[in-house]
């Protein structure tokens, strides 16, 4: 048995802040304790430090904010090349920047380079579990999950599924993309932390047939996710209603086809309208809001107050490369920005639950990691909250846990990130010590 523990501010919520303002867990002067990879104790450093153990080591970590590791709830790991492409909305972005970008995935070796390079940028953003799209090549997801285990790291992801619209080169067939999902999830389903998506890019780049292989596949395998795009941008919506004219809305596309369920995660949602929002929460499926995406493509205001009014489960992603970053924090600060725009404004604890626990339960992973509840793993981010002059300084004005992580929301970049940490173990810390 291996005990540790770590002295610093502690913050994490146990449930949504906006309907349980006591789910918030704000220690100013906090313990954690992780044993054997998991969370043994965590609260106030007064209460628990004098029933700890003579041989318990205590790092000492001052002017340290410590939370949970934060959840991308929607992430493409073949578009590291793409962020910061400039120009076009979904469509044409798609032609210009990301196919071409995926279509170097056809070479394994690019994939098997691409992929520690793409899981060490989640952990040096703070970023612990993820959910992410490869490309339509069996040997992207080969090298993503290879990399993921190697580094001991909660992650879901799925080979993409796509049969029409799209270069002859990133496309697969109904058959063939069955038979790869199917060889995928045996390799890697339940090995170390990792987990399997069902993975249609969207009803643009699927046909019937596709779509309902994919509802096959989740229907055979029920411990697996659902994973694709939604409702994103005006033309994509006008484009899936010509293709699929039986269908009453975008995502009654997806119903039809047995995909939409308490498993299943649809990015983005910017145009579902209300039909959709209450499916979704009657089916328990899950919104990914990507509003650093939304923004950089010009896709619109996803309504978060709506999406919660119609008690739809909703987490926060970056959904790099579509969205500009790889911080959950600053993806934090997107949202905050996309509801002043809309003149909603949201709460900075709510925020900071979307890029955890929310995205844990979005995942259907909570059980195992999102907050600090005794027995989950001990994934977690050190912050620094001196990082820079002017962090340090705004930081110290700060009275509140909301303050705090506003500020880092806005303010903080990568060198905030002094250390992240898998099941205990460091798997990133700045500088490299
Ligand atoms: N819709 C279909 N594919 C994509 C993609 O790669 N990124 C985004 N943002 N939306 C999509
Ligand atoms: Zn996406």
Known sequence: MTRRAYRAAVLH???????????????????????????????????IAPGLGADVTVEALPGRLICPGFVDAHVHFPQVDVIGAW???LLDWLETHTFPAEAAFADPAHARAMAPLFLDQLLAHG????LAFCTVHRTSA?????????????????????????????????????????GLIREWRGRGRLGYAVTPRFAVTSSAAQLAAAGDLVAAHPDVLLHTHMSENR????????????????????????????????????????????????AG???????????????????????????VRTALATDVGGGATFSMLSTIGEAYRTGQLQ??????????????????????IDHRVGDFEPGKEADFVVLDLAATPLL??????????????????????????????????????????
């Open 13 to 47: 919520v146990r449930d949504d802040p906006s309907r349980a303002p006591e789910a918030v867990a704000w220690h100013p002067d906090g313990l954690l304790v992780v044993e054997d990879g998991h969370v043994a104790a965590c609260g106030d450093h007064a209460e």
């Open 87 to 89: 120009g076009g909305q």
């Open 127 to 130: 970023t612990t579990s993820a």
């Open 142 to 182: 080969d090298a993503l999950f290879a990399a993921a285990l190697d580094r001991n790291m909660r992650l879901i992801a799925g080979k993409v599924l796509m049969d029409r619209n799209a270069p002859a080169g990133l496309l697969d067939t109904p058959e063939t993309g069955r038979a790869d999902t199917e």
């Open 235 to 282: 033309a994509e919506v006008a484009e899936v209603a010509r293709a699929f004219p039986e269908a009453a809305d975008y995502l009654d596309v997806y119903d039809r086809f047995g995909l939409v369920g308490p498993r299943s995660v649809f990015a983005h949602c910017v145009h579902g309208g209300d039909r959709a929002l209450r499916r979704m929460a009657e």
């Open 285 to 311: 499926s899950a919104v990914a809001f990507c509003p650093s995406s939304n923004l950089m493509l010009g896709s619109g205001l996803f309504p978060l107050k709506r999406a919660c009014g119609c008690g």
């Open 343 to 364: 003149g909603e404004t949201l709460d900075p604890l709510h925020g900071f639950y979307l890029a955890t626990l929310a995205g844990a339960r979005a995942l259907r």
């Open 392 to 433: 340090a300084r705004r930081t110290a004005a700060a009275r509140t846990a909301g303050e705090l992580l506003f500020l880092l929301a806005i303010l903080a970049d990568q060198r905030a990130i002094e250390r992240t940490c898998l099941m205990g173990k460091t798997a990133y810390a700045r500088g490299g010590h």
